[in-house]
C-alpha cells in the first residue's frame, strides 16, 4: 500500500500560493493569509472542516473564482514558477491543471466514454489520440470500460466519481486538484480511488492537492498536509506526522 513514508522528490516548484485572501461579493473573507507548496511528483492533502475554506483555496488556485463572485484580493499564486493569480481558468487547464469539483460533476445524459472524450477536447488530438487516451483511462479506472456504453447518470456515486477524475486526466494535467473526493462514497470505493490516485501519482508523475475531511484516508498516500480553520493554515507537516497527532484529531477534525 502507498504510503506517506515515501521520500518526497526533489523540489520543483510546480504551485506556489503565498499568503492569498479572498473575498466575495466585495465583503465576505472566505480565505486569510493562506500559503502552500505542491512539488512536482507529490500528494498534498488540505484538510479541514466544512467551511474552513478548502473549496475557495481550490477554486483560486484554478481560477475558477471570477465565475463565483469572488476575487483574490491581497497575495499571488505561481504555477510553474510563473505568476497564475489572475489567470482565465481555460488557460490555466491549456498549463496543466485539472480541477475536480465537489459533487461528481458529470454530463449525466452522455455515456461515459463520451464524458471522457470531452476532456480530450481542449488538447485537440487527432482521433487515433483521443481514442488511445480514452483507452489509457480505462487501465487506470477498469469499472468505467465496463460501463463504457452508459449513460453517466445512471452509473454509481463511485463510478461517477472515478469518471470525473478520468476527464479530468484526459486534459493530460501535471496538477489535479481534488475536491472531497470521498464525500458520500463507501469506504471500499474510497480506498479503491485513492489507490488509484497513489498509482497514478507513482507511476505517471501526476500532482495531487486533495481538499478533504476524510483525515484517515488521506493521509495514508499523501506526502504533505495542510490543516485550515477559519480560513487561515492552521497547522502543517510531513502526512505521516499529521496521521500520528492527537490534537490534529480532537481540535481541528473534530473527531
Known amino acids: 500500500m502507498p504510503s506517506a513514508a515515501q521520500p518526497l522528490p526533489t523540489p520543483s516548484g510546480l504551485l506556489r500560493v503565498d499568503d492569498i485572501e479572498v ?26 472542516a466544512n467551511g474552513a475554506g478548502k473549496s475557495t483555496t481550490l477554486s483560486a488556485i484554478s481560477g475558477l473564482l471570477q465565475a463565483e ?11 510553474r514558477q510563473a505568476e497564475s493569480t489572475r489567470t482565465a481558468p481555460s488557460q490555466l487547464a491549456y498549463q496543466g ?10 454530463f449525466a445524459h452522455l455515456t ?5 472524450r470531452t ?3 481542449l488538447r485537440n488530438p487527432s482521433r487515433k489520440q483521443l481514442a488511445a487516451d480514452v483507452e489509457q483511462v480505462y487501465t487506470w479506472f477498469p469499472r468505467l470500460k ?23 486526466l484526459m486534459t493530460r494535467p501535471s496538477l489535479v ?7 458520500g462514497l463507501a469506504p471500499i470505493i474510497v480506498d479503491e480511488i485513492f489507490e488509484i490516485i497513489a498509482q497514478l501519482n507513482q507511476r505517471e508523475g501526476v500532482s495531487f492537492l486533495v481538499a478533504e475531511q476524510n483525515l484517515n484516508v488521506v493521509l ?9 480553520e477559519n480560513g487561515r493554515v492552521a497547522h502543517e507537516g510531513p502526512a505521516e506526522l499529521l496521521a500520528s497527532s492527537d490534537d490534529l484529531h480532537r481540535f481541528y477534525l473534530g473527531a
Do not use: C, W
Not at 486538484?177 to 464525500?183: I, N, Q, R, V, Y
Open 23 to 48: 473575498i466575495y461579493d466585495g465583503a465576505i473573507l472566505a480565505v486569510a493569509g493562506v500559503s502552500l507548496r505542491v512539488e512536482q511528483g507529490t500528494i498534498v492533502a488540505l484538510l479541514g
Open 112 to 116: 461515459v466514454e463520451e464524458n471522457l
Open 177 to 183: 486538484l481534488l475536491d472531497e473526493p470521498s464525500m
Open 69 to 79: 463572485r469572488a476575487r483574490v484580493s491581497r497575495g499571488s499564486i505561481h504555477f
Open 220 to 228: 495514508r498516500h499523501a506526502h504533505y498536509g495542510y490543516v485550515l
Open 146 to 168: 465496463t460501463k463504457r456504453t452508459t449513460l453517466a447518470g445512471l452509473t454509481s456515486g463511485g463510478e461517477q466519481q472515478m469518471l470525473a477524475i478520468g476527464r479530468a
Open 119 to 121: 476532456g480530450g477536447f
Open 97 to 106: 491543471i485539472a480541477h475536480v469539483l465537489e459533487g461528481r460533476h458529470v
